[in-house]
Each structure stands twice: as structure tokens, then as C-alpha cells.
């Protein structure tokens, strides 16, 4: 009696393994069609977490693992990674107050750098200083050559047409920044330096973002995936860093709830009405 129990026992020890090998082959069988016949990607982040403005500048092609060391990231920001999270050196404490903006400068179409802000406005004292804050059009992303943005062309114009060679625009803004952000970099960047005008350029971010993202408007697109990365046990993104199949489950189910939503937003007057007010209070 014990030999037969013991017996089927084992035969349904080898079945469950054995439906076991056949799951595990057929989903990494799975996996690789559709990575190399229908050309699916595992999620990668190309905004850097940013804790003040919820992201960083835009990194295209950079694995997830090398975000933490571009500009806007941890290490750059004065942290090293750890066995349970990232943490300051004790040994070199921050002495500015822009540090955590700093980064606003850094960007390939900015062509002066936070540390060349600071030496201008320290030793030019009559010069005039522009800083710039906005989204992608205010950053210059109509151009790759930062020497052909538009504010390096108004820089010359009024350097030319002032007589001056003391003209500076200052460019910290950033691509997808809505104005909240907008207004963070303000205080952060810009007010703790000199300014002679400050230039806010932006609007559409604000009406087409939240649409696109299901935020309140005026919160950064990125709030509901912080949200969703943060506050849940996190399965979900894990599995879409690792797997091209769940980061396309995950991607639909995105665009299935924006798609909802958006269509609220068109067939809801009311609804509708309230959003454009929304949009335009963070204006007034």
C-alpha cells in the first residue's frame, strides 16, 4: 500500500516537472520569437528618476543599469550606489543650492554648462544675463548643433544689435517639462543666480501631456508610472524589463487606459471643460 502511494506520488512529481520544463522552454521559446521575428523590446527607461522634477534629461540607448551614471543621475548628483539602495559620501557634503538643477544645463543643446553660469554672472557683473526654461521647443530640438538653436541666433542678434559682446542666453530647459516643472527649475536654477530676464516658452506640453499620459494637468507625464513603480509590489515592471512579451502586455494595457480616458476627455463637454480650465489655471 505504502510502495503504491509512494509510487504515484513520484509519477506526479515527474508530470509537474515535467510540465514545468515544457512551460519554462515554451515561454523562453516564446520570448525569443518575439524578440527576433517580431522585433519586441524589454522596457528600458530613458528618463532618469529625478528626485525633484520625477525625471531627468532624455537618454536615448542607454540600458537601464547606465542611467544612474548620466547627467541628472544618482552619481551625478553626489550619490553611490549601495547593497540596498544609493547613498551620499559623507566625505564631500554639497556646498550649492542648484545642485539638484543643475543638470538643466547639461543637456547637448545647452552651450553653457552650470559651473560657466556661475563664472559669468560672478565676474561679469554688468553683463546681461537670459535664462531660458520650457519644454522641447525652449531647449532648441529643432536642431542637433547646439550652435545653431534659436537662442544661440537671438544671443548674436542682440549681441549685434546692442553693440555687446555681453549677452548671454542661458538654456535650462527641458525637453517634455510641463509647468510645474517649469516653475521648480525656476527656483532652483534660475533665482538663485542673477538674471536680467527670465524667457518661459511652453503651453502645448501642458494641454497635449496629461491627455496622453492620464495626469491631472500640470503634473509631470511620468507621475502615474512613479506612482505605479513605487506604491505596488512592482511585478509588472520587473517582468517588462525582462521580458519583451509583458512589457508589450504592459504597453497595451497603458494605451488601452490613455485611449479610454481620451475618449472621455472628447465626448464629455463637461469633462472636456474642466480639463481647459485646469490647463489654464497653471497658467494664471
Not at 140 to 157: K, P
Not at 206 to 219: E, K, M, Q, T, Y
Request: with cysteine.
Amino acid at each position: 500500500m505504502r510502495g503504491t502511494w509512494i509510487r504515484t506520488l513520484a509519477r506526479g512529481l515527474k508530470a509537474a516537472l515535467t510540465i514545468f520544463i515544457v512551460a519554462v522552454f515554451s515561454l523562453l521559446a516564446a520570448e525569443l520569437i518575439a524578440r527576433n521575428f517580431f522585433g519586441l523590446e524589454t522596457l528600458e527607461y530613458r528618463r532618469p528618476y529625478h528626485p525633484i522634477f520625477v525625471s531627468g534629461d532624455y537618454h536615448y540607448l542607454v540600458p537601464n543599469d547606465r542611467l544612474p551614471f548620466v547627467p541628472g543621475g544618482a552619481v551625478a548628483l553626489g550619490y553611490r550606489e549601495r547593497t540596498m539602495g544609493f547613498f551620499t559620501e559623507s566625505d564631500k557634503p554639497s556646498h550649492t543650492a542648484t545642485r539638484f538643477a543643475d543638470y538643466l544645463f547639461a543637456h547637448n543643446r545647452s552651450r553653457y554648462r552650470a559651473d560657466e553660469v556661475d563664472r559669468i554672472s560672478c565676474t561679469q557683473k554688468d553683463a546681461i544675463l537670459v535664462h531660458v526654461l520650457g519644454g522641447s521647443v525652449a531647449q532648441g530640438f529643432t536642431t542637433f548643433d547646439s550652435a545653431h538653436t534659436w537662442h544661440a541666433r537671438l544671443e548674436g542678434t542682440l549681441r549685434q544689435r546692442l553693440q555687446r559682446d555681453d549677452v548671454y542666453m542661458f538654456n535650462a530647459a527641458m525637453g517634455a517639462f510641463i509647468s510645474l516643472q517649469e516653475r521648480l527649475a525656476y527656483h532652483l536654477a534660475v533665482a538663485p543666480r542673477r538674471a536680467n530676464l527670465v524667457l518661459i516658452i511652453n503651453g502645448y506640453n501642458d494641454v497635449a501631456l496629461p491627455a496622453n499620459s492620464g495626469v491631472f494637468p500640470g503634473d509631470p507625464f511620468q507621475l502615474g508610472m512613479r506612482f505605479s513603480q513605487l506604491l505596488t509590489d512592482g511585478f509588472w515592471w520587473w517582468a517588462a524589463q525582462h521580458s519583451a512579451i509583458a512589457h508589450t502586455l504592459l504597453q497595451n494595457a497603458f494605451n488601452d487606459d490613455i485611449v479610454r480616458f481620451r475618449a472621455r476627455l472628447e465626448k464629455d463637454d463637461a469633462l472636456f471643460a474642466l480639463y481647459a480650465d485646469a490647463v489654464a489655471e497653471n497658467y494664471i
